[in-house]
């Protein structure tokens, strides 16, 4: 056994000192500083074994300023005071140089909301250590195992700090810990394996459960052993938590942002309907129910934002400089500066509805069960059309039933369409972590058309 | 930093590694983006860091630290044999490196203009000029032009001797013009989608000549707006040689990651339909398709003196007149299939180890002559360029992909723009169905700066050369529209 490496971050205290400092070396009209720490861990494993295993401590501190309506962002991730003088003396650098951006905003001010102090930090989490990890991993490679199946997966526990100060008197900071597990079990290699999936992601690392997350996985690959090969086209589907929480991703990327919606890509038009009545769909970074993140990048509190009600578009997500320009208050969502993506959601909620969860094939006469979707990308932003392949569970659904595994299809479909076609939404949500940032809690759906444009090969011959 | 290099490693041994290697890693980058007439963005970033790899009876740990102090080498090395120690409670069969003799040498970038050198007013300047090249066009509604370098200064040394050090100097721009309406976001890109980048100077930006592209760029994004949508059903498709080269990237590049190949990426970005059972007898494409692995290649995102193993930089072929006949390789996998690393070990920075990355993974001209020639020996066909979507299973067998934009080959001519267009595949069909590829006056060696792999997730650079090739029967026009 290992015990945990003491914790090499910086203390509060230390980390006010290196803003502060900052905040003075500048001589700018507006000047922001960002600091982020982190200590991160990840224990991947394959083939039945841990094959990586990896930790790293990091620290980052980022000054933007804005002087004379000019913009210059700097960073560093070394914290001494030679370090800190010279970042905020590039900042400023870039800032003399730079064409005055007449879009730029102010910098936001105090918070009007208040962020329950370490919601969302749980130190178990962050002093978890490798022997926990690799526990994690060896109860789900022996769940795999007992089904002869090979399984891989990563089990990842970490920290991260972020705390901002302004010149416009902002001051903000919050500590969030996370802990995820995911499997991918398979019958082999080669050729169209039965696969099956699980995760588990949680602010805390007792609440991972890894039994459980390898027998869902290993029950999912078992079933999936003979798939056949169904022809494409539209099908009745239910989309499993995994395939919800994915396309809800995508939606955030390219439509619920306010760039988004300013420069005219978005397929939300404000105050029409967009998805079905049964739809509501926000953003809720300070819940708890959720894996929380209540700061955004420029240390503004997240407000709860109600992007889809009842079908309706609502509301986007803004950050200061979209906030100025739209006439509105950011509502919390600003990523790293310089950033050129807008604001973005990242704690996505879809409200749950009255279905149980084990009763959403019962009505299907012949369709489809998605586990998961793989690889997906926008096809046309402006109508929300996605492609992607199901993966690690697609199942035939006659008579309200799962007879058959079939083998892995593409899927090219306008989401807001399908959204305004589902017929029954589980009760029970789930959280399920996103690809890039934050997670979402979301439910299973059954959709009443669902279009797949192609099959996969069965072998890799032409 | 030579004693925080020994340290490490001397911690390292002492805790029982039986091998240990120390990549020393200082980065500084710089982004501009101008943004209808406007600096949206300019930024000055540097990070610096290391990060120590240890086995210990065959198990693998690895920490890393922004800390670059002597006793934060010591813990940082101790930690990463607790961590190997860990891994040995999950551990079935031990990992076994080939025997690539340690390596001492260097290597810096050929840069023939510091990027980072010339003034600010001047790279603000050109983007300027290429933003306004584009306002001249009326109905269009966002304009990007983007500038970017990158420097990486990096020390790898490692418990059997070897020691390298490598300066790589990346550069890139590009701009992109934005057309919409009610219903239509169109857009186009210069040199590419995302702009192109290459190991080398800001010669290479010059060379681009970016406001002389500016307002026919802009011109093609508006006219797609109006344009009809591309027609679905089988066709013969050209491509344009940067969208060959994602083609390549994604049905060819990470299938022939060895890493893959044995699973040991099945939990995020997937296997690999080219199992080791067809290695020197699988039909990948027609017997015009040969294409290299070649870290080696002048000026590409992909080049190298030393992989981050301290392999030295190779051309391997991958695909031989059509047949699979080689692997991406490390130190690890390559004597799995009885050969020796061929270097395409890459790490994104100080915090990540070593994954099998594609280096300039390069579809070797043909004969085809040039893009006119091609298309003038097309009869009836479609014509897309420039990425605008892509996706492919976890085996790469299912593709699809979108350009931005396209246009109907009526008798041996462009004929008609369309909007929209994709097209769809399975891979070995696909390449089996290439009968031309145009010759070395249309071949360029394109940047792909954004590759995603691994847990944690690592950024590779990487690069394809290519050339405009034409593919018969291929499902195009894919969806509901």
Not at chain 2, 86 to 95: G, I, K, P, V
Request: aromatic content about 6%; proline content about 5%; hydrophobic content about 40%.
């Amino acid at each position: 056994m290992v015990t945990p490496v003491e914790p090499v971050a910086p203390g509060r205290d230390q980390v006010t000192s290196v803003l502060e400092a900052a905040l003075a070396a500048s001589r700018a009209e507006a000047t922001e500083v960002v600091y982020v720490g982190s200590d991160d861990a990840l224990t991947r494993f394959a083939n039945n074994q841990v094959h990586q295993n990896v930790r790293e401590h990091d620290t980052h501190l980022q000054v933007r300023v804005i002087d004379g309506g000019r913009l210059g962002v700097a960073s560093t991730n070394r914290l001494d005071e030679d370090a800190i003088r010279d970042v905020v003396a590039r900042a400023g650098a870039i800032a003399e140089r730079a064409a005055p951006n007449p879009k730029l905003g102010p910098l936001p001010g105090p918070n009007t909301r208040e962020a329950e102090r370490d919601v969302g930090y749980v130190s178990a989490t962050a002093e978890a250590s490798p022997d926990r990890r690799a526990e994690g991993a060896r109860a789900v490679i022996a769940a795999g195992a007992a089904e002869n199946l090979i399984v891989s997966g990563s089990y990842a526990t970490g920290t991260l700090a972020v705390a901002v100060a302004n010149s416009s008197g902002l001051r903000a900071e919050h500590r969030t810990t996370h802990a995820r597990l995911l499997t991918v079990m398979m019958d082999r290699l080669g050729g169209d394996a039965a696969s099956g999936y699980a995760n588990a992601a949680s602010p805390d690392v007792s609440r991972i459960d890894a039994a459980a997350v390898g027998a869902e996985a290993a029950d999912k690959a078992a079933r999936s052993r003979g798939a056949i090969e169904l022809e494409a086209g539209d099908y009745e589907v239910v989309l499993e938590e995994y395939a919800v929480a994915t396309v809800l991703d995508y939606l955030g990327f390219i439509g619920f942002g306010a760039l988004a919606l300013e420069e005219g890509r978005s397929f939300m038009e404000l105050g029409r309907r967009v998805m079905g009545e049964n739809v509501s769909i926000w953003d809720d970074g300070t819940d708890p129910a959720g894996v929380p993140t209540p700061i955004d990048f420029e240390g503004v509190v997240k407000a709860r934002v109600d992007l889809v009600r009842g079908g309706i578009a609502t509301a986007v997500v803004h950050d200061s400089s979209t906030a100025h320009r739209a006439g509105t208050a950011s509502t919390g969502h600003a990523l790293p500066a310089p950033n050129l993506w807008g604001p973005l959601p990242t704690n996505l909620f879809m409200a749950g509805g009255d279905a149980p969860r084990s009763d959403l094939a019962a009505p299907i006469e012949r369709g489809l069960w998605v586990t998961r979707f793989h690889y997906v990308n926008p096809v046309h932003a402006k109508r929300a059309i996605l492609t992607g392949m199901t993966k690690d569970g697609t199942f035939l659904i006659e008579n309200g039933r799962l007879t058959r595994p079939v083998l892995n299809l593409r899927f090219t479909q306008s989401i807001p369409e399908a959204f305004s076609e589902i017929t029954a939404i589980s009760r029970e949500t789930r959280i399920v972590p996103s690809e890039y940032f934050g997670a979402s809690r979301v439910p299973a759906v059954r959709v009443g058309r669902f279009s797949f444009t192609g099959v996969t090969a069965r072998e890799g011959s032409g | 930093m030579q004693e925080l290099i020994d340290r490490a490693l001397d911690a390292a041994e002492r805790g029982g590694a039986s091998y240990a290697d120390v990549r020393l890693v200082e980065r500084e980058r710089e982004e501009l983006t101008v943004k209808n007439g406007a600096l949206e963005a300019a930024a000055s970033t540097r990070s610096a860091g290391f990060g120590v790899r240890v086995m210990v009876d065959g198990a693998w740990g690895f920490s890393a630290s922004s800390l670059l102090e002597r006793g934060e080498a010591e813990r940082v090395a101790r930690d990463a044999v607790d961590i190997a120690r860990a891994s040995r409670l999950a551990l079935r069969e031990a990992a076994v490196l080939d025997d690539t003799p340690p390596q001492s040498g260097s290597y810096r970038t050929p840069v023939a203009e510091d990027p980072f050198a010339v003034a600010m007013d001047e790279k603000l300047r050109l983007l300027l000029d290429a933003d306004a090249g584009m306002a001249r066009v009326a109905g269009v509604s966002v304009r990007e032009s983007s500038f970017s370098a990158g420097r990486e200064r990096k020390t790898f040394a490692s418990s059997e001797g070897a020691r390298v050090e490598q300066e790589i100097v990346e550069t890139g721009a590009g701009l992109e013009a934005m057309a919409v309406n009610e219903t239509e976001m169109q857009q186009r890109s210069y040199p590419q989608s995302g702009g192109q980048h290459v190991t080398g100077g800001f010669e290479a930006v010059r060379a681009m000549a970016l406001p002389d592209h500016a307002e026919r760029v802009a011109e093609e994004a508006v006219a797609l707006l109006a344009a009809p949508q591309c027609p679905s059903g089988e066709m013969t498709l050209v491509l344009e040689s940067s969208q060959v080269a994602l083609q390549i990237h994604e049905s060819c590049g990470h299938p022939t990651e060895l890493d893959r190949v044995f699973g040991t990426e099945a939990s995020y970005a997937g296997t690999s339909f080219l199992t080791t059972d067809k290695l020197g007898g699988f039909r990948y494409g027609s017997e015009l398709v040969s294409i290299d692995a070649d870290a080696t290649a002048p000026g590409g995102l992909g080049t190298f003196g030393y992989d981050d193993e301290g392999v030295p930089a190779q051309r391997a072929p991958l695909v031989e007149r059509g047949v699979l006949v080689g692997y991406l390789t490390s130190r690890e996998t390559a004597p799995r299939i009885g050969r020796r690393s061929m270097g395409s070990a890459r790490a994104w920075s100080w915090n990540r180890i070593p994954l099998i990355r594609m280096t300039n993974v390069n579809l070797r001209p043909g004969d085809a002559g040039s893009l006119d020639d091609l298309i003038a020996d097309t009869r009836d066909g479609i014509y897309m360029a420039t990425n605008k979507s892509w996706s492919i299973d976890d085996r790469r067998l299912n593709f699809q992909f979108g350009d931005q934009i396209g246009w109907l080959i009526r008798n041996g001519r462009l004929d008609r723009m369309v909007k929209n267009p994709t097209y769809t595949g399975i891979t070995p069909r696909f390449w089996g169905g290439c009968d031309a590829i145009c010759g070395e006056s249309e071949w360029t060696l394109w940047g792909v700066p954004n590759c995603g792999k691994g847990e944690p997730g690592q950024v590779g650079h990487v690069a394809h050369g290519a050339a405009p090739a034409r593919f018969r029967g291929v499902r195009v026009g894919v969806g509901r529209w």
